[in-house]
C-alpha cells in the first residue's frame, strides 16, 4: 500500500495539507492574490447565502442581522487572505479557534444584551451558521491553494527538466562527425608514422577537456568558452595545416573574463565559421574571434571568416542554421531581448557574426 492509499486519521482532529510551503517555494509559485474569477464565484455566493439569511430574519431583526454578517464576512476574509498567502494546517487551526472564541463571546454578549425569545434564538442560529460556513470556507481556501501551489511547483518542475534537456542536447556541441574525422586522420598518421600525430592528440585531448563543461553547466565564463574555442581551432589547424589560420583576441578584463554565457554559444558560431566560411577556401581559410567590452555592462564577440559570405541578403549561411537557431534560443533564455545575435557581410568579403549580450558574472549554482 502506498502512502497516496493510507488513510490520514490525524485529518479528523487537525485538518489541512501536511506539507508546509518554504517561502522560496510561495514566492516561485506566486499568486499571492486570489484571482478574480476565484473572488468572484466567492463574493457571489456569499451574497446567495446572506440574501436566504436576511429574507428568513424576523421582523425587525434584519438590520442587526445584516451588521453581524457584514462583521463576520470582514472577519473571515481577512483570515482567508491570511490561509491564502500561508495554506498550512497549523493557521488553518489556529483561525478556527479564533472563529470559534468569536462565536462564543458573540453567544454571551447576545445573551446578555437581548431578551430570551424567538429572535435571540434565531440569531444564534444564524450567527452559528454564518460563523461554521467561514470554517468550511477556510478549509476549503487552505486545501485549495495548497494543491493549487503544489501543483504549479510540478508545472515549473517539470518545464525546468524540460528546459534542462532541451539545454543538453543544444550544448552537446562536439560533433560526431568532428570527432571520427580528427580520430580517422589520427589512425592513418599511426599507422604512416607520421609525425602530425602526436600533435593532433595534444590538441584533441585539450579539445574534449575545455569542452567537458559543455554537458555539466548550464552557464559558463567566456574565458573557459574560449580556451574551448582555441583547443577546436587548434584541432582544426593539426588536420588543415596551412589551409588554416586562427587568432582568438580578447581584452585582458577580469570582468570580460569571467562573463556568464550558456555553454558552446561561441563555439558553436566559430565551428559554423571554420566549416562553412574558411572551409570553403581551397587556397587557404581564416578565422578571428575577437571579444571585448561594448559600452557600460555589455559584450560582444565577433567571428570572422574569409568564405563566401552569409548570402547575398546577409542572411545565416544554411548549412548550421540548427545550430544558430539553438545559440539564438539560448541566448535569449539566458538575457531575454538584451542578447543579440547578428550575421552580416563585411566590405572585405567573408561573413562576420557577432554576438553581444548584457555582462554579469557566472551564479555559483551554475557552476
Same mark, same amino acid.
Given at each position: ?7 490520514? /486519521? ?7 495539507? +501536511? +506539507?508546509? =510551503? ?7 509559485? !506566486? ?23 436576511? =429574507? ?74 454564518? =460563523? ?6 477556510? /478549509? ?27 539545454? &543538453? ?17 589520427? &589512425? ?36 573557459? *568558452? ?19 589560420? /586562427? ?27 571554420? *566549416? ?8 587557404? !581559410? ?46 535569449? &533564455?539566458?538575457?531575454? *531581448? ?30
Amino acid at each position: 500500500m502506498t502512502s497516496d492509499d493510507r488513510i490520514d /486519521w490525524s485529518q479528523l482532529w487537525y485538518p489541512g495539507p +501536511r +506539507r508546509v =510551503f518554504s517561502d522560496a517555494e510561495m514566492a516561485r509559485a !506566486g499568486g499571492d492574490r486570489p484571482s478574480r474569477t476565484f473572488t468572484v464565484v466567492l463574493a457571489v455566493n456569499l451574497a446567495v447565502f446572506a440574501q436566504a439569511l436576511l =429574507f428568513n430574519a424576523p421582523q425587525g431583526q434584519g438590520a442587526r442581522l445584516l451588521g453581524i454578517l457584514v462583521a463576520i464576512f470582514v472577519g473571515a476574509y481577512q483570515g482567508g487572505m491570511m490561509l491564502w498567502r500561508r495554506p498550512t494546517r497549523r493557521l488553518l487551526m489556529q483561525l478556527s479557534f479564533a472563529v470559534l472564541a468569536v462565536y462564543a463571546a458573540f453567544a454571551l454578549g447576545l445573551k446578555w444584551r437581548m431578551a430570551a425569545g424567538p429572535d435571540r434564538l434565531w440569531l444564534f442560529y444564524a450567527a452559528a451558521t454564518a =460563523f461554521a460556513a467561514s470554517l468550511i470556507g477556510f /478549509w476549503f481556501v487552505t486545501v485549495f491553494r495548497a494543491q493549487q501551489i503544489e501543483a504549479r511547483l510540478r508545472e515549473l518542475d517539470e518545464r525546468d527538466r524540460a528546459v534542462a534537456l532541451a539545454r &543538453q542536447l543544444a550544448t552537446a556541441q562536439v560533433k560526431p562527425h568532428f570527432v571520427f574525422n580528427t580520430l580517422a586522420s589520427m &589512425q592513418h598518421w599511426v599507422d604512416t608514422g607520421d609525425a602530425r600525430a602526436a600533435p593532433l592528440l595534444r590538441s584533441l585531448t585539450g579539445y574534449l577537456r575545455a569542452t567537458l563543461p559543455l554537458f555539466e553547466r548550464t552557464e559558463l565564463s567566456l574565458a573557459d *568558452e574560449l580556451e574551448a574555442v582555441r583547443r577546436y581551432l587548434e584541432v582544426m589547424q593539426a588536420r588543415w595545416g596551412a589551409r588554416l589560420s /586562427w587568432s582568438v583576441q580578447a581584452e585582458d578584463d577580469a570582468l570580460l573574463r569571467e562573463a556568464a554565457l550558456p555553454p558552446g554559444a561561441v563555439l558553436t558560431l566559430v565551428e559554423n565559421a571554420v *566549416e562553412h566560411g574558411a572551409g570553403a577556401r581551397l587556397s587557404g !581559410g581564416a578565422v578571428t574571434v575577437t571579444a571585448r567590452r561594448q559600452g557600460p555592462g555589455r559584450l560582444a564577440v565577433e567571428i570572422l571568416d574569409n568564405g563566401p559570405g552569409c548570402g547575398a541578403t546577409g542572411a545565416e549561411p544554411g548549412p548550421g542554421q540548427l545550430g544558430l537557431a539553438n545559440t539564438r534560443a539560448r541566448m535569449a &533564455q539566458a538575457f531575454g *531581448e538584451a542578447a543579440q545575435l547578428t550575421h552580416t557581410n563585411p566590405p572585405e568579403g567573408g561573413c562576420l557574426a557577432r554576438l553581444e549580450w548584457p555582462c554579469r558574472p557566472v551564479t555559483p549554482a551554475a557552476s
